[in-house]
């Protein structure tokens, strides 16, 4: 089954870290550039972050630029966001999506998961 | 950045009926090279992730009923559902995607009248 399944989410303080992953399964991960996308509770949606399919080239919001990194390992079928530095407005039900097109990049997203919620809050 | 602005907030459609959704672009999202416009319409229901309806503008993504369509030119974009269902309930996003920061709009809630 093609899906997307996001993990790592919770509470953290603010000033803190927490890792998020979102595991591929059902197409060829590493063929597909691959996005963090985040809603906060009411809100609209806000792309977050993206990586190319062979994980050379990462792109970010300037919202979280120098504070988060998103990565991917091809072998694990694997995506991650680190964020560190975490603050309250990054309180978000956070989305990894999968884009449109094999072996290009055109950023619009075909395949989504379920999401996983982070909370900054003391 | 290019700004994404979306009208209305919210409508109410009789089952039956069309719904219109509009959204603008603050700056063109035509590629001249391909002469193609990079916007996207998503729908998301309650709880759920969002889901891929449109994108090019006007393409529809596989499996999409046909009557949801989308249209536009320049900086305005239209997402019409022309008779609406129940289950189209849901807040509808549309996504520029010709530069980055990819930018979404702030949504419109469908709802039965």
């Known amino acids: 089954e093609v899906q997307l399944l996001e993990s790592g989410g919770g509470l953290v303080q603010p000033g803190g870290s927490l890792r998020l992953s979102c595991a591929a399964s059902?197409?060829?991960?590493?063929?597909?550039?691959m996005n963090w996308v985040r809603q906060a509770p009411g809100k609209g949606l806000e792309w977050v972050s993206g990586?190319?399919?062979?994980?050379?080239?990462?792109y970010y919001a300037d919202s979280v630029k120098g504070r988060f990194t998103i990565s991917r390992d091809n072998s694990k079928n694997t995506l991650f966001l680190q964020m560190n530095s975490l603050r309250a407005d990054d309180t978000a039900v956070y989305y990894c999506?999968?884009?449109?097109?094999?072996?290009?990049?055109?950023?619009?997203?075909?395949?989504w998961g379920r999401g996983t919620l982070v909370t900054v809050s003391s | 950045d290019i700004v994404m602005t979306q009208s209305p907030d919210s409508l109410a459609v009789s089952l039956g009926e069309r719904a219109t959704i509009n959204c603008k672009s603050s700056?063109?999202?035509?590629?001249?090279?391909?002469?193609?416009?990079?916007l996207a319409w998503y729908q998301q229901k309650p709880g759920q992730p969002p889901k891929l309806l449109i994108y090019?503008?006007?393409t529809r993504e596989s499996g999409v009923p046909d009557r949801f369509s989308g249209s536009g030119s320049g900086t305005d974009f239209t997402l019409t559902i022309s008779s609406l269902q129940a289950e189209d309930v849901a807040v509808y996003y549309c996504q520029q995607y010709y530069s980055s920061p990819l930018t979404f709009g702030g949504g419109t809630k469908v709802g039965i009248k």
């Open positions: 700056q063109s999202v035509l590629y001249s090279s391909n002469n193609k416009y990079y």
């Open positions: 990586i190319s399919g062979s994980g050379g080239n990462t």
């Open positions: 059902g197409f060829t991960f590493a063929g597909y550039a």
């Open positions: 090019w503008a006007s």
């Open positions: 999506a999968k884009d449109w097109a094999y072996n290009a990049h055109y950023w619009y997203f075909d395949l």
